[in-house]
């Protein structure tokens, strides 16, 4: 049987051919701006209907494009929301946090590290169920076995969109959830292709274990042909240059955290690889528009 999914997204996204790569366009999910998360969130908003949830929680960074679509897929379906944002509230309220709200979300600043929302995440389930209520908790990023569903599928979507086997799939990496599902799916489908991750903001030892122990829950042991590439220390100064260049050369614009550090490891990968090129666009349009309004500027 088959899980339970929710449509949210226009699927199956673009795939567009540009010099020297070909762009899976996952900015174009058509799910507010939650791009490739909305892939997640189909599966994730699935299995909450599916159990009879009445309020889902989950907790982010305050850029989090994970949070703020989690809000309006929430909204979508009929659910309550509650949403742990890391740290406190600053002047200005980040764009994904606005988008949160006015999907109807409550938001509360935990006033810790983000290190310590999964666990804070659960705490307020528990005190929901307490009180009554059908919680459904997800984890950063969707980073569950079923969240990892949205990329597992994804992984097909590909398979019949490319016109070849031999490919160097680069996408960037936050959590793991998305990684972990295009491996898991690669791996279902047998597809020959080499997957790069660009880990933007947790060390690689500690990212290798979380992807590795996701797609092992989700039944795939032996995961070979993969690499992670260490950007979490990539220079800011260089993320406006290149969305610039690729903004002016094709009309596609990415953001500073995810797209332009995964812009940048794909100028890299020869000799690595010599396989045809597919950067994975995820999204985080919000954070674009700032790193245009600094670009501009
Ligand atoms: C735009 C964008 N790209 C990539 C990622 C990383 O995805 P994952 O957390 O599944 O590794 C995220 C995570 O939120 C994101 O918002």
């Not at 569903?149 to 016109?163: D, H, V």
């Not at 690499?227 to 990415?254: N, S």
Request: glycine fraction near 12%; include cysteine; proline fraction near 6%.
């Amino acid at each position: 049987m088959s899980p339970p999914r929710r449509p949210l997204a226009l699927l199956p996204t673009p795939l567009q051919r540009l010099a020297g790569m070909y762009l899976k366009r996952d900015d174009l999910c058509g799910f507010g701006l939650a791009g490739a998360k909305a892939r997640a969130l189909e599966y994730l908003l699935g299995d909450a209907l599916a159990r009879g949830a009445d309020v889902l929680v989950t907790g982010g960074s305050p850029g989090s494009n994970f949070v703020a679509g989690a809000a309006l897929a929430a909204s979508v379906c009929g659910l309550d929301c509650e949403v742990l944002v890391a740290g406190t509230a600053g002047e200005q309220p980040t764009a994904t946090v606005r988008m949160a709200r006015c999907a109807g979300a409550t938001v509360h600043y935990t006033g810790a590290d983000r290190d310590a929302l999964d666990t804070l995440v659960e705490e307020r389930a528990a005190h929901l169920r307490e009180h009554g209520r059908a919680p459904y908790a997800v984890p950063r990023g969707g980073a569950t076995p079923v969240g990892a569903l949205g990329f597992a599928t994804a992984a097909e979507e590909l398979a019949a969109q490319l016109p070849f086997d031999e490919a160097a799939v680069v996408l960037p990496v936050g959590s793991g959830a998305s990684i972990a599902g295009l491996l898991a799916g690669r791996a279902a489908i047998g597809a020959g292709w080499r997957v790069y991750g660009v880990s933007v903001s947790r060390p690689l030892p500690r990212i290798r274990d979380e992807i590795l122990g996701l797609v092992a829950r989700m039944g795939h042991e032996a995961v070979t042909n993969w690499k992670l590439i260490d950007a979490t220390g990539a220079a800011g100064d260089r993320d406006g240059p290149i969305m610039l260049a690729a903004l002016r050369a094709d009309g596609v614009l990415f953001d500073a955290k995810y797209g332009t550090k995964a812009l940048a490891a794909v100028a890299r990968l020869r000799p690595d690889t010599h396989a045809p090129v597919v950067l994975w666009h995820t999204g985080g349009l919000p954070a674009a528009l700032d790193l245009l309004g600094r670009a501009a500027t």
